[in-house]
């Protein structure tokens, strides 16, 4: 099976910082890899597909890159909504990564 | 309005049975794939299965294989989860997710509220 490890586990940071979330996977999953928030008490959301590409409605300061076994979802300038865990999953299996959960500072 | 809406969870004794249900509104439900997630009490996403729009294909993570069985009713636009002979690990809360696709899994762009599995004796 296929496993997808994300670091940090935890980040702080402040509000206007850009973070980088990284994941790993065991082998490649070409671009087949989305990222989630699910911020606390709530259902997760989708934020990027497709590796690269933004879900509608998702603000810009959201992105994501890579491809083969290593991805990164950044956020440039964080904002106090953006207090959550983020998820990163690859689509050959559906597994989900362990979970980054960020914090502001 | 676009909602799935799970129920059917709640607290039951090892080796129990349950059957979750989610209802879906709001989009065409039997064009798209379909999933379940849990997540434990503070603990991380787990995919648990998915099904394909014409329940032509299921698929199980390794956990549950044997022990859940995933269905749809497109006519009541319904997925259903059928848990057995449960265990403590599998308390959890559910989570119905709409794919994106429809005869091969991809990304989950809608979820549901969730519906709490509690197994105790």
């Known amino acids: 099976d296929i496993q997808m490890t994300q670091s940090p586990s935890t980040l702080s940071a402040s509000v206007g910082d850009t973070v980088t979330i990284t994941c790993r996977a065991s082998?490649?999953?070409?671009?087949?890899l989305a990222w989630y928030q699910q911020k606390p008490g709530k259902a997760p959301s989708l934020l990027i597909y497709q590796a690269s590409n933004l879900e509608s409605g998702v603000p810009s300061r959201f992105s994501g890159s890579g491809s083969g076994t290593e991805f990164t979802l950044t956020i440039s300038s964080l904002q106090p909504d953006d207090v959550a865990t983020y998820y990163c999953q690859q689509y050959n299996t559906w597994t989900f990564g362990q979970g980054t959960r960020v914090e502001i500072k | 309005e676009v909602q799935l809406v799970e129920s059917g969870g709640g607290l039951v004794q090892p080796g129990g049975s349950l059957r979750l249900s989610c209802a879906a509104s709001?989009?065409?439900?039997?064009?798209?794939?379909m999933h379940w997630v849990r997540q434990a009490p503070g603990k991380g996403l787990e995919w648990v299965s998915g099904i394909t729009w014409n329940s032509g294909e299921t698929h199980y993570a390794d956990s549950v294989k044997g022990r859940f069985t995933v269905s749809r009713d497109n006519a009541k636009e319904s997925l259903f989860l059928q848990i057995n002979s449960l265990r403590g690990e599998d308390t959890a809360l559910y989570y119905c997710?709409?794919?994106?696709?429809?005869?091969?899994?991809?990304?989950?762009?809608?979820w549901g509220r969730g519906t709490l599995v509690t197994v105790s004796s």
């Open positions: 997710a709409k794919d994106t696709n429809s005869g091969t899994y991809y990304h989950f762009d809608l």
């Open positions: 709001g989009f065409t439900f039997d064009d798209y794939a």
């Open positions: 082998r490649s999953v070409r671009t087949w």
